[in-house]
Structures are given as C-alpha cells and as structure tokens.
C-alpha cells in the first residue's frame, strides 16, 4: 500500500516477482474469551495474479476466507469452500485476506499452483441445498449464506461455517444466528422443518429490501 504525499507522482517498484510458494506463520495470542475475536490473521496475496482459496484452503485453520469489499458492499465478503460472495474463492492480485485459526504457530502456505491467470471468474456446477439471502440498502449490500450439508453439525464447524465480521457502520449487517455466534455462511444438516433465525442491523435510516436466491437448489 502506497500513499504519495502530493499528487499526482509516479512510482517505481523494481525487483523479481515472486516465482516460489510462500509460507506464513498464523498467530492466536489474543486471550479474548470471545472465539469470534480471536485467531485472525491479515495476509496478502504475493503473486502478481488472482489466487485461488480452494488450493489452499485445508490446514489447521478454518476453511473460511473473509476479504474487504469497499466499493461494492461496505463489509467483508466470505467464502468457504462451497458458497459465499467471495466469488469461486478467487482472491485478487494485490489483494489482503483475512484467514482464522484456533492453532497459535499454525503453517499456511499459498502455492505457485493457487495462481489463477484468467480475468474470468470460474465456472462451477450450482451447489445443492444452499440459499442466498442479500440485504440492500443506502448503496451498499450484504449477503448471509444457509447451506445444508449432511457432514455438518448445528453448532459452529470450522471446516464449514463462517464467522460475520461487521463492515460499514453506514451499510446494513445481515448474518445467521447460530450456536450463540453471527455467522456469514452457516452450514446445517437438514432434518426437516428447519428454522434459521436471521440478525440485521443497519447505522442509517432508509428502506432496505431482503432478496433470496437459490431457491431453484432445493429438491
């Protein structure tokens, strides 16, 4: 991140782009009796391309990714293997993204093989059993995901779910209540007559609309 101190200015970067896999050491040293607090850590992407979350996504830390979406949503965007607005999982060139562990010294490493070269999102086969609901409203958005998956649980799973870090104070929060945590993506087996209670909030008064999409997922 550069910031001139007058404008405009050209920079110059010189050096060898990065042509290895690249380790990091995740840190939880927070003593925070809040599990939603602790074990975040603030990578960056080190290539010069687009990554891929799903080539890296298994490790001792949660196999959700959160990254900052200024301009279109005014919170964090997720994604967790299978469904979330992090689109496909693809990570940005340049890009910083929020990864979470419960293992204080836990090893992450992004591959040479992550790297993702086409400007052109993926294209997946539609994922079963999982519904988008989107909150709009003073220009911004957010998005809260309900998937049922028979390998999860209904208490928190870190392989499935994932924790709701709240954004803009002026863009609404919309996200899952579950096992006593706010969650963005909550994975749920389905047992029947299921029940998914919602939290929203919003910093301005306005009319805001809740739209629902992947009903067609539904058997």
Same mark, same amino acid.
């Given at each position: 991140?550069? &910031?001139?101190?007058?404008?405009?200015?050209?920079?110059?970067?010189?050096?060898?782009?990065?042509?290895?896999?690249?380790?990091?050491?995740?840190?939880?040293?927070?003593? *925070? *009796?809040?599990?939603?607090?602790?074990?975040?850590?603030?990578?960056?992407?080190?290539?010069?391309?687009?990554?891929?979350?799903?080539?890296?996504?298994?490790?001792?830390?949660?196999? &959700?990714?959160?990254?900052?979406?200024?301009?279109?949503?005014?919170?964090?965007?997720?994604?967790?293997?299978?469904?979330?607005?992090?689109?496909?999982?693809?990570?940005?060139? &340049?890009?910083?993204?929020?990864?979470?562990?419960?293992?204080?010294?836990?090893?992450?490493?992004?591959?040479?093989?992550?790297?993702?070269?086409?400007?052109?999102?993926?294209?997946?086969?539609?994922?079963?059993?999982?519904?988008?609901?989107?909150?709009?409203?003073?220009?911004?958005?957010?998005?809260?995901?309900?998937?049922?998956?028979?390998?999860?649980?209904?208490?928190?799973?870190?392989?499935?779910?994932?924790?709701?870090?709240?954004?803009?104070?002026?863009?609404? &929060?919309?996200?899952?209540?579950?096992?006593?945590?706010?969650?963005?993506?909550?994975?749920?087996?389905?047992?029947?007559?299921?029940?998914?209670?919602?939290?929203?909030?919003?910093?301005?008064?306005?009319?805001?609309?809740?739209?629902?999409?992947?009903?067609?997922?539904?058997?």
């Amino acid at each position: 991140s550069v &910031q001139m101190t007058t404008a405009p200015q050209t920079a110059t970067f010189t050096g060898m782009l990065n042509g290895y896999d690249v380790t990091r050491t995740l840190s939880n040293m927070n003593t *925070s *009796s809040d599990v939603n607090r602790v074990g975040w850590n603030l990578l960056g992407n080190p290539f010069p391309s687009a990554i891929d979350w799903d080539a890296f996504s298994t490790g001792a830390y949660d196999a &959700q990714v959160a990254v900052w979406d200024q301009a279109g949503a005014g919170n964090y965007i997720y994604w967790n293997g299978s469904v979330g607005s992090l689109t496909n999982g693809i990570i940005p060139a &340049q890009n910083g993204f929020f990864v979470k562990t419960a293992t204080n010294g836990a090893a992450l490493t992004i591959p040479m093989a992550a790297q993702v070269h086409s400007p052109m999102a993926l294209y997946k086969d539609a994922v079963a059993n999982a519904l988008e609901l989107r909150a709009n409203g003073n220009n911004y958005y957010d998005a809260t995901f309900v998937h049922f998956n028979s390998n999860a649980t209904a208490d928190f799973d870190n392989q499935y779910d994932a924790f709701k870090l709240e954004g803009l104070e002026t863009a609404p &929060q919309l996200y899952n209540m579950a096992a006593g945590y706010n969650l963005s993506i909550n994975e749920l087996p389905f047992e029947g007559n299921e029940v998914v209670n919602l939290g929203f909030k919003c910093g301005v008064a306005g009319t805001y609309s809740l739209n629902a999409s992947g009903m067609e997922s539904f058997s």
